[in-house]
């Protein structure tokens, strides 16, 4: 057996027993596929994960940074209370239709707002709105951006508040300085923004798994 049939065999098994699929999941990852749409989202078990943290954070407001087809969005707005509320920022309209379907198809539209648009164009604009601060944050967009969505992460949260940045790994190359390629250069630079902010405590883990070799970090907001 392939080490990513192995890798493959265990998501399986922990999802099975742990994150089942259910009618408005699984019509999500048809839907986007039957719209193209890339392959990225989240594997079952890790939007269980995201659900557990939002569940242990106690979120009330979640921001998320990149929707695609609204997978990972249905995890996060199942962990919020009915008066809840999570803004997910998506650039492109298409994905942005196909996510908004699926969410409603999820029974979670009045909990989500989907805007539609370069999150560094829509950040500014959900600043200005004044909200109260974000419980939860995760960003899971263009990976060279990753330490300007996190600036951004900082000036929306709060004490306490919890950021989860997606695909730190980047199979590996995180670790090559010699790396120029955005993503590797957006992600270092998140990463070190993380472990040198006065205001941030974090840490980030490999995985493997379905989606292959990558990671998260995790940063909690201090005071």
């Given at each position: 057996?392939?080490e990513s049939q192995?890798?493959?065999?265990?998501?399986?098994?922990?999802?099975?027993?742990?994150?089942?699929?259910?009618?408005?999941?699984?019509?999500?990852?048809?839907?986007?596929?039957?719209?193209?749409?890339?392959?990225?989202?989240?594997?079952?078990?890790?939007?269980?994960?995201?659900?557990?943290?939002?569940?242990?954070?106690?979120?009330?407001?979640?921001l998320e940074i990149?929707?695609?087809?609204?997978?990972?969005?249905?995890?996060?707005?199942?962990?919020?209370?009915?008066?809840?509320?999570?803004?997910?920022?998506?650039?492109?309209?298409?994905?942005?239709?196909?996510?908004?379907?699926?969410?409603?198809?999820?029974?979670?539209?009045?909990?989500?707002?989907?805007?539609?648009?370069?999150?560094?164009?829509?950040?500014?604009?959900?600043?200005?709105?004044?909200?109260?601060?974000?419980?939860?944050?995760?960003?899971?967009?263009?990976?060279?951006?990753?330490?300007?969505?996190?600036?951004?992460?900082?000036?929306?949260?709060?004490?306490?508040?919890?950021?989860?940045?997606?695909?730190?790994?980047?199979?590996?190359?995180?670790?090559?300085?010699?790396?120029?390629?955005?993503?590797?250069?957006?992600?270092?630079?998140?990463?070190?923004?993380?472990?040198?902010?006065?205001?941030?405590?974090?840490?980030?883990?490999?995985?493997?798994?379905?989606?292959?070799?990558?990671?998260?970090?995790?940063?909690?907001?201090?005071?």
């Amino acid at each position: 057996m392939s080490e990513s049939q192995l890798w493959d065999d265990v998501d399986a098994y922990f999802t099975t027993h742990l994150a089942p699929a259910d009618d408005a999941l699984e019509a999500a990852l048809r839907e986007s596929d039957a719209a193209q749409l890339p392959r990225i989202n989240v594997a079952a078990n890790q939007g269980k994960l995201l659900q557990l943290l939002a569940q242990i954070q106690g979120a009330r407001t979640i921001l998320e940074i990149g929707t695609l087809g609204g997978y990972s969005t249905i995890w996060l707005a199942r962990a919020l209370p009915a008066d809840g509320r999570l803004v997910t920022l998506e650039y492109s309209a298409r994905h942005a239709e196909v996510a908004t379907r699926n969410i409603a198809r999820a029974g979670l539209d009045a909990l989500v707002d989907v805007r539609v648009g370069p999150a560094l164009e829509s950040l500014p604009k959900l600043a200005d709105e004044n909200p109260p601060p974000f419980d939860l944050v995760f960003i899971d967009a263009d990976k060279g951006n990753n330490p300007h969505y996190l600036e951004w992460a900082l000036s929306l949260t709060s004490t306490g508040s919890l950021i989860v940045l997606d695909n730190v790994v980047r199979g590996g190359r995180v670790a090559d300085a010699e790396d120029t390629a955005d993503d590797v250069r957006g992600t270092r630079a998140a990463i070190e923004l993380i472990g040198s902010h006065p205001r941030l405590s974090g840490t980030a883990v490999q995985t493997v798994g379905s989606k292959g070799y990558d990671g998260f970090a995790l940063a909690r907001v201090l005071a």
